[in-house]
């Protein structure tokens, strides 16, 4: 069965300083993946998605994820991170079969000043 | 558009109280899904319908039971609440099958059971 792991629960960051989101995959063929954003209060927001072709690829707010096969990753950076970047990142990955998606438990992003 | 939209935004039911949360979307979605969020276990899959008409249970539907009114409206009924349903509820649709798979969010009802 497909899974996802987010090793990291918790980071903080300094505003300004450049961010990278860990997000491990257990699957067999090429995955569909996705990294959503939730801020507190809210509900989940898609910032980017892969599906197929170039490994990196951009999304919404300045951040951008590689895929890598390799290491069956699929990582979220963002060059230099603002402090309304502070909120609950989830990396997801769709079930091989169907369209369900499999979420990770989420890393929180803390931003200090 | 107003996207997906949930009501109630908050409630609190006391043990073996019955409640309908409500989820309606305005995208012609044909796919509809409810999660439940705990802290530090993601999202978690109650219940799905993959398009009009049809429902499936996803990883935790104990406890739980679904509408799929129509092709916009989406609701999940706890008929006897338990404390140990106490979480954050959020309703996505997604354009369906072999279509698109990014799924698009409600803003979620906090729920606590006493």
């Known amino acids: 069965a497909q899974s996802v792991t987010q090793p990291d629960i918790h980071i903080t960051v300094s505003e300004g300083a450049s961010l990278e989101l860990r997000c491990n995959y257990s699957?067999?063929?090429?995955?569909?993946l996705f990294w959503y954003v939730q801020s507190p209060g809210q509900g989940l927001q898609l910032l980017l998605k892969?599906?197929?072709?170039?490994?990196l690829v951009q999304g919404i707010k300045g951040f951008e994820a590689e895929f890598k096969r390799s290491q069956s990753s699929f990582n979220l950076r963002k060059p230099s991170v603002h402090w309304s970047d502070a909120a609950e990142y989830f990396c997801?990955?769709?079930?091989?079969?169907?369209?369900?998606?499999?979420f990770g438990a989420g890393t929180i992003l803390r931003v200090k000043s | 558009n107003a996207g997906v939209t949930q009501t109630p935004k908050f409630q609190v039911l006391k043990t073996g109280q019955s409640m309908t949360l409500q989820c309606a979307q305005d995208?012609?979605?044909?796919?509809m899904y409810w999660y439940r969020q705990d802290p530090g276990m993601g999202l978690r899959l109650i219940y799905y319908?993959?398009?009009?008409?049809?429902?499936d249970k996803g990883e935790v539907p104990n406890g739980y039971n679904v509408s799929r009114l129509n092709k916009r409206e989406f609701s999940l009924r706890l008929e006897s609440a338990a404390p140990s349903q106490t979480s954050v509820y959020f309703c996505?649709?997604?354009?369906?099958?072999?279509?698109?798979?990014?799924?698009?969010f409600g803003p979620g009802t906090r729920l606590t059971v006493t």
């Open positions: 699957y067999g063929a090429t995955p569909y």
């Open positions: 996505a649709s997604s354009e369906g099958p072999r279509i698109n798979y990014e799924q698009y």
């Open positions: 892969y599906f197929s072709g170039d490994t």
């Open positions: 319908s993959a398009s009009e008409g049809t429902t």
């Open positions: 995208m012609n979605h044909n796919s």
């Open positions: 997801a990955v769709k079930r091989e079969y169907g369209n369900k998606l499999v």
